[in-house]
């Protein structure tokens, strides 16, 4: 399936700024989340969440509460014991905690009542008993736990687990490195908050069946769940996805509400509707982990990379979920962007007593990118080069595999470094200062000393940084088999045509009712799969987008996609409708090519018309009615993916996360300024470029290249699951979360890429999570060349930011009194730790700290 | 108690429990769900409705206060089933991803802009800094308002200068040309 030349047809359709299909029921008011659905007869669902972080449920009294009027029933765990859980090795959780509650929000029982407010008021009635155990919220404390504050008991020193790469030989590179920086990175935890707070409908059908409407990103995966917990089978359960307010990885495994939901309407015997408050949606949270990077990278005196070597912790939370899949994506993508011969990554994933982590925008990837890419330019800064030169010395020559085994055809990454540096004035504006002239003595103020002398307070800085992200996983979490999607595309035998109307040869119009549906399983979420798809199938037909109508994520109806994660929508499914629509047009060609004795191979579908070779022609409506078996009521065309073998990578232990069929890329500057009285940092302005292959649709890419930025600054300046010393979650609203809102949020232009690749349909990839990572290094640079310091925390809070001003201003004149890279201390001054910078003749090796 | 209140130009009367926010005699008692709760706790405005005219966030405001109230939500403001200008470029510019934020941020610049036919950006950034998106950055949700301001400008400037509206448009939208493809509604109708 590789790009193709386009006909004038597909180009009218394949990269035209075009309108979301469904957007006029987005901005009519009149689409239907899951919230918007109500069903005769149906109850509300209020869960009942710890209050304690780590205890023995002993038992629970739910008399008073089922006393109250309008209540039906209370259920518990019990009615649920079944554990489950995305990963086949990580089942440890119920959706009610049968015997113990492992967090402050974990979810103890449900109270259904004929209203909301009914269920609310029962909460405080049900008693539980609990028997607390002690709790940990730092990982490090978790590993040294004695027995009993173990969360899981199968998991000894709550470590979920660890994993051990090594590829070349890192600790000999490092030791003939001409430079080495060596620091400690820590990323706390960020959760999606999509706007869209999560909701369930679950209903019993009178022939025992179920049918549940969720807010998901994976309707795939909670079938699978739901036949598991409530042990049916799954062709009795129906699960349709209505519209999803977002979900940026919040939704994209199992949520207790879910499997709650048809618990409780099986007890109930009616429908059950439960939808998460905005406060419960941060205590599920699934978002992304606290992580803690030990992180050493060695240059040769040219910039060229010798080797990385990398300890991630990750603080995984009180349940598996995607916990080993984020780590190992913290590994994988480490050394794969660019050309590293010498990687050594130790990763693990630890289990404390606070809300589970899981999958978010950038899965895994954008702490370690955060701290690679702040290392790179500590690295160039000693190296005396220009931080995108130095990116350049490091390029991938694809086609290539990375040193772990990833393939990679396409690559537009120098293209994306060499708009954004032509874009934001880069070299002028840096010009004389990091290209030309690393200073001398590293005073630990940086080479801008003499500007900020004169303007003490209001400093200008540019940083660069890159990122990239997978376009969809190559392996299937649970099945190495599984196809990974299929589209079926089907053309109706047109209804009789009017009296005195023609019965075939006109061309479509735009008016004319939709000419084919396709039916496919992805979940549209806002990213604009719909769209996408309907852009396929109509470019390949020659229809218009108006005569193609999609049905999607209904399990009755709809065939099996994997669901919206890892940014697989567009290349995998995209890649299906496409096989779908060619499969179709072959049905239809085969047909007409009998009847016009031509090769079927001549024949083409443009303009809403079937065209032969010698200029006959039919409208697409007639050639589906002359193309229809006898009897038969619609043409169905079948279209599958699943990633080619050569892209599904290596054999060692973990090497089935990070392959992927394609990768897409990202470079940004960011501008930046800090008012060294305040410590705030104000972002001026984004420049990112993102090779997304090719842009299907060009609003939809930069609205997520825009807003894959945009999530990376809330976690740069001001984004950050707090937590009491107790496990309380401090902050769970969108005011103390801190979501920028549109006056903290700066212009961002975003530049399209193509790379074209090869295998991509029409040659696109990702387009909606690459970009987020290399904002956040891109500020810390821009930070480091507006006041010298260095920042190794996210959020870039006012606090941290003064707290790194007066250390920068307390450093000894040499700057070397701030390098111990493994004392962690929260924020240091500039220079980077590690060794001095090389001597003509060539530092000693050295490891720094 | 009886609530009685004029929504979407339809007067209403309503029984009501007196501690029923707006937000759920909308969404609950008359199934005008296109009305959002983010939050519940009026920092996301993805609840905001016009109260005689006024933003206001559904969410916290009690429906016995808006007795005697003109209440416009997002359903009612197309006319004859035609989107507003204002809706129809949040779909063409971007301005709408997941669309769970929309309703409230179409309410609060439609607000904005009865009251301000010419708002500079940094106006429209106030008028819309109660509002929160999670999906675009905002960017593009500026760019939908300052495309719609441009449409209407074309629309009350000089017929025979097509062209000038649809160039400032374009410098609305920054790098992104406006989209060609029609209004999608009969592919769903």
């Known amino acids: 399936m590789a790009s193709r030349p386009q006909s004038d047809a597909a180009r009218a359709i394949i990269g035209a700024p075009t309108a979301m299909v469904d957007a006029p029921r987005k901005t009519s008011g009149a689409g239907a989340y899951t919230d918007d659905l109500a069903v005769p007869g149906m109850l509300h669902g209020k869960i009942l969440h710890s209050h304690l972080p780590h205890a023995r449920i002993r038992g629970v009294d739910a008399g008073a509460a089922l006393a109250l009027p309008g209540v039906r029933c209370v259920i518990t765990g019990a009615d649920a014991p079944t554990a489950y859980g995305v990963l086949p090795i990580g089942k440890d959780e119920c959706a009610l905690q049968p015997d113990k509650a492992r967090y402050i929000g974990d979810n103890i029982a449900c109270v259904v009542a004929e209203s909301e407010r009914i269920a609310a008021a029962a909460l405080p009635l049900i008693r539980v008993e609990y028997e607390p155990l002690p709790a940990y919220f730092d990982p490090e404390a978790a590993m040294a736990a004695p027995a009993a504050g173990w969360l899981h008991d199968h998991r000894p020193r709550n470590i979920e687990k660890e994993y051990h790469h090594v590829f070349g030989d890192p600790d000999a590179a490092l030791a003939r490195a001409a430079a080495v920086c060596r620091n400690r990175y820590v990323c706390p935890a960020v959760t999606h908050a999509a706007m869209e707070p999560h909701a369930t409908l679950a209903r019993f059908e009178p022939d025992g069946g179920l049918t549940v409407w969720s807010s998901t990103q994976v309707p795939y995966y909670l079938h699978k769940t739901l036949a598991r917990v409530l042990q049916m089978s799954m062709e009795r359960i129906r699960v349709i996805k209505p519209m999803v307010g977002g979900g940026f990885g919040g939704k994209s495994e199992v949520c207790p509400l879910e499997i709650v939901a048809a618990v409780a309407a099986r007890r109930a015997g009616a429908p059950v509707k439960i939808t998460y408050s905005r406060e419960e949606v941060f205590y599920t949270h699934r978002g992304r982990p606290l992580q803690l990077t030990e992180l050493e990278t060695g240059a040769a005196a040219d910039g060229t990379i010798l080797a990385v070597r990398a300890r991630v912790i990750q603080d995984g939370g009180a349940y598996c979920g995607y916990g080993p899949v984020t780590l190992l994506y913290s590994g994988a993508l480490l050394g794969a962007m660019y050309d590293i011969p010498n990687v050594r990554w130790d990763g693990y994933r630890v289990l404390t007593n606070k809300p589970a982590c899981g999958a978010m925008r950038g899965h895994g990837t954008v702490n370690t990118r955060f701290a690679f890419e702040a290392q790179l330019d500590e690295l160039a800064e000693r190296l005396g080069l220009d931080p995108a030169e130095l990116r350049r010395r490091n390029f991938l020559q694809p086609p290539c595999r990375t040193v772990n085994g990833l393939r990679v055809l396409s690559y537009g990454l120098p293209e994306c470094l060499e708009t954004v540096v032509a874009a934001s004035g880069w070299r002028e504006r840096r010009t004389g200062r990091a290209a030309g002239a690393p200073p001398a003595v590293n005073d630990g103020r940086g080479p801008r000393r003499a500007d900020r002398a004169s303007a003490p307070s209001r400093r200008h800085g540019l940083g660069v940084a890159c990122s990239h992200y997978v376009s969809g996983a190559a392996n299937a979490v649970d099945r190495a088999d599984a196809i990974h999607s299929t589209v079926y595309v089907e053309a109706a035998a047109p209804l009789p045509a009017p009296a005195g109307g023609a019965s075939g040869g006109g061309a479509a119009s735009d008016a004319a009712p939709p000419a084919v549906a396709v039916l496919t399983g992805t979940a549209e979420i806002g990213q604009g799969s719909d769209t996408m798809q309907a852009q396929i199938v109509a470019a390949a037909l020659g229809l218009p987008l108006a005569a193609v109508a999609v049905i999607a994520a209904d399990s009755a109806i709809t065939p099996m996609d994997l669901g919206s994660y890892s940014s697989r929508v567009t290349f995998m499914a995209g890649n299906a409708a496409l096989r779908a629509a060619e499969d179709l047009k072959q049905q239809i060609a085969a047909a007409l090519a009998r009847r016009w004795n031509c090769d079927p191979e001549a024949i083409r579908c443009l303009g809403g018309q079937v065209l032969g070779p010698s200029g006959q022609a039919l409208s697409f409506a007639a050639a589906v009615a002359a193309a229809l078996p006898p009897g038969a009521a619609h043409l169905r065309g079948v279209g599958t993916y699943s990633p080619p073998r050569e892209a599904q990578g290596g054999d060692f232990k973990g090497a089935g996360v990070g392959p992927s069929p394609a990768y897409s890329y990202s470079a940004q500057v960011a501008e930046v300024s800090v008012d060294e009285d305040s410590g705030q940092v104000t972002v001026h302005k984004i420049w990112a470029a993102h090779d997304c292959g090719r842009a299907l649709n060009p609003v939809a890419v930069e609205g997520q290249v825009i807003g894959s930025v945009w999530m990376g600054l809330g976690q740069a300046l001001s984004e950050e699951m707090a937590y009491t010393r107790s496990g309380q979650l401090a902050n769970p609203g969108l005011l103390d979360y801190r979501v920028p809102t549109i006056l903290d949020s700066p212009p961002v232009e975003a530049f399209i890429v193509e790379s074209l690749d090869p295998e991509g349909p029409f040659g696109a990839k990702e387009a909606g999570e690459g970009s987020l990572a290399a904002v956040i290094p891109a500020i810390a640079n821009a930070i480091y060349d507006a006041a010298g310091i260095r920042l190794y925390q996210p959020p870039f809070t006012p606090d941290r930011v003064l707290r790194a001003l007066q250390a920068r201003a307390a450093a000894p004149a040499s700057g070397q009194a701030a390098t111990a890279g493994q004392d962690q201390p929260e924020t240091k001054p500039g220079p980077a730790s590690g060794p001095p910078p090389p001597s003509p003749a060539g530092a000693p090796p050295q490891a720094g700290g | ?189």
């Open chain 2, 1 to 189: 108690m009886i609530t009685a209140f004029t929504v979407n130009g339809q007067p209403r009367r309503l029984e009501l429990d007196p501690a029923t926010l707006l937000l759920e005699a909308l969404r609950e008692h008359l199934r005008l769900t296109g009305t959002k709760c983010g939050c519940d706790d009026s920092s996301c405005g993805a609840c905001t409705v016009l109260v005689n005219g006024q933003p206001a966030l559904a969410c916290t405001l009690l429906a016995a206060g808006c007795d005697g109230a003109d209440i416009t939500t997002i359903e009612g403001i197309a006319t004859d089933g035609r989107l507003t200008a204002l809706q129809r470029a949040f779909g063409r510019m971007g301005g709408a991803q997941c669309g769970f934020c929309t309703p409230g941020m179409v309410m609060a610049a439609k607000a904005l802009l009865d009251g301000n036919p010419d708002p500079s950006d940094g106006e429209i950034q106030a008028a819309l800094s109660g509002n929160i998106c999670r999906c675009t950055g905002y960017v593009q949700i500026l760019a939908s308002v300052r495309a719609a301001l441009a449409e209407a400008a074309g629309a009350a400037a000089d017929a025979a200068r097509p062209k000038a509206a649809a160039d400032a448009q374009r410098r609305a939208a920054g790098p992104t040309p406006p989209p060609q493809a029609a209004e999608p509604q009969s592919a769903h109708g």
